[in-house]
């Protein structure tokens, strides 16, 4: 297990371990935190997660952790790791299970006072309209035919399906479409999960919230994606629901095999991978765009779902209630792009777990709007408390492969959550604070509790002050939906 003796400090906020520590060691292991978030990292088995990851075949400059760093499968939950296409290797592991689980940021042309009268019954209809909970089905019951649609053309299906605004797509990475996406490379077993799960929540730390802006911290940037103080937004943290957990499993199964057959040395073997260049790992690759497409899929079709809500509950009440679309974002993925390294341009399979991009000002990827402010990042807290909007930036390219933090990253597990946290108890306490709760089971809200995670304020302050994202806004519940 990492000591703190093993750790140097780069720079404020930027601690590392080098290359000595263990033989094995390909490449150095980074990580961002303070004094606290120091001490909460020494506590479990993630930094020494983060050393196994840099014994990888094809690992490129440093890996790196973000300061919601927490013991995850494999590899770190708010992991980053660059690997070569030409030599290095794609793991599922290093994704995680819930592919492209993401979060979205709707935003009303109306403030809290407005909505205020109403936020009961719009709690009440966010929940009946958003399905939530394991195994929850949706509305949507595709054919195994149409699910191939949304496997390969993700934001794109829900366009031609009437669920999704052009403008929609433009404010998704990746415009809602990972390409590469290949149906037959998914399982029988994933496509039977996926075709009644499509729009749906799922459980575990996956919400819908109503929030407003409590505080603006860039002026400009915030003018630049609409948003003003005071103002009614909502939030969807979900991802690829059954399909694409069914999806990493197959793959973690499979590669089992695959990783002896390359010669491949693994530390543990949940890091089992296969070469990215390889039949194998292209097919995973495939796969793995396919389950990121139907999460983009899930999300677009809750945002409509959502917008039927406020529409419902809203209409001849509150005028032009209507939401548009922020951004959406994914933190589990693996992503073919290029960065510099040392003066070279190379092209790399950026791993992300539990980590979020965040390209800086000028990335051509970015809609034309947001260009000259950088990349919206939205960094959702635990249910309470608040949540971030960040815009990545200059530094965030020069030192994290355009990467920063997701969330707030737990410190308790869910089982020790509940014995510590009573549902009830909880739901009671976020009511008389004004926050209305509307939640399918008492120990899924104990999981969750604000106690099992980081403070989300002292993570974004971390990432700010290393440069690796800048504060926009900070948003205040004021309903939350979870399953």
């Not at 003796?5 to 990580?31: G, N, T, W």
């Not at 053309?153 to 999704?164: R, T």
């Not at 390889?278 to 793995?288: K, L, N, Q, T, V």
Request: aromatic share 8%; charged share 20%.
């Amino acid at each position: 297990m990492v000591e703190r003796k093993d750790l140097r400090q780069v720079r404020p906020y930027v601690y590392e371990i080098d290359r000595q520590y263990r033989h094995d060691m390909r490449v150095p292991a980074r990580f961002y935190a303070d004094e606290l978030i120091l001490e909460q990292v020494l506590g479990d088995q993630s930094l020494s997660q983060l050393v196994n990851v840099s014994t990888l075949p094809g690992v490129t400059k440093h890996v790196l952790a973000m300061p919601d760093i927490h013991q995850g499968y494999g590899s770190p939950i708010g992991g980053v790791a660059a690997m070569s296409v030409t030599d290095g290797i794609i793991s599922p592991g290093m994704v995680g299970y819930d592919i492209n689980c993401g979060v979205r940021l709707l935003a009303s042309h109306i403030d809290r006072p407005m909505v205020a009268p109403y936020l009961a019954n719009l709690a009440s209809e966010l929940y009946r309209q958003v399905p939530s909970g394991v195994g929850e089905k949706g509305f949507i019951n595709l054919s195994y035919e149409e699910l191939d649609d949304v496997l390969r053309h993700g934001s794109q299906w829900a366009l031609k399906k009437g669920y999704a605004r052009q403008e929609d797509l433009a404010h998704t990475e990746e415009r809602g479409t990972m390409a590469g996406a290949d149906p037959a490379q998914c399982s029988r077993r994933a496509k039977e999960r996926g075709k009644t799960q499509l729009g749906t929540l799922g459980a575990g730390n996956h919400f819908a919230e109503v929030d407003e802006v409590a505080e603006i911290f860039d002026a400009e940037a915030a003018q630049a994606m609409g948003l003003f103080p005071g103002q009614v937004v909502v939030q969807i943290h979900c991802g690829s629901r059954g399909f694409g957990h069914q999806v990493c499993t197959d793959y973690v199964d499979s590669f089992q095999k695959v990783v002896h057959r390359y010669g491949i040395v693994l530390p543990d073997r949940q890091l089992v991978c296969a070469p990215f260049d390889s039949a194998e790992g292209r097919a995973y690759y495939a796969a793995m765009c396919a389950a990121a497409n139907y999460a983009f899929a899930n999300r677009q079709v809750l945002t409509h779902q959502i917008r039927g809500a406020f529409q419902t509950v809203l209409a001849g009440k509150v005028k032009n209630h209507s939401l548009f679309q922020v951004y959406d974002i994914a933190h589990n993925m693996a992503k073919v792009e290029f960065h510099t390294v040392d003066d070279q341009r190379l092209k790399l399979c950026v791993h992300r777990k539990g980590a979020t991009r965040a390209f800086g000002p000028d990335s051509e990827v970015l809609p034309a709007g947001y260009r000259s402010i950088g990349q919206p990042v939205l960094v959702p807290g635990s249910m309470g408390t608040a949540s971030y909007v960040l815009v990545g930036t200059a530094g965030s390219m020069a030192q994290t492969f355009g990467s920063t933090c997701h969330g707030a990253g737990r410190v308790l597990s869910r089982a020790a959550a509940k014995r510590q946290v009573h549902g009830g108890e909880l739901r009671n306490h976020l009511q008389a604070r004004g926050i209305e709760v509307r939640a399918g089971s008492l120990a899924g809200l104990a999981e969750e509790a604000p106690t099992a995670y980081k403070d989300v304020d002292h993570v974004v302050e971390v990432v700010h002050n290393a440069g690796i994202a800048r504060k926009v806004a900070r948003l205040a519940p004021l309903a939350v939906v979870k399953g």
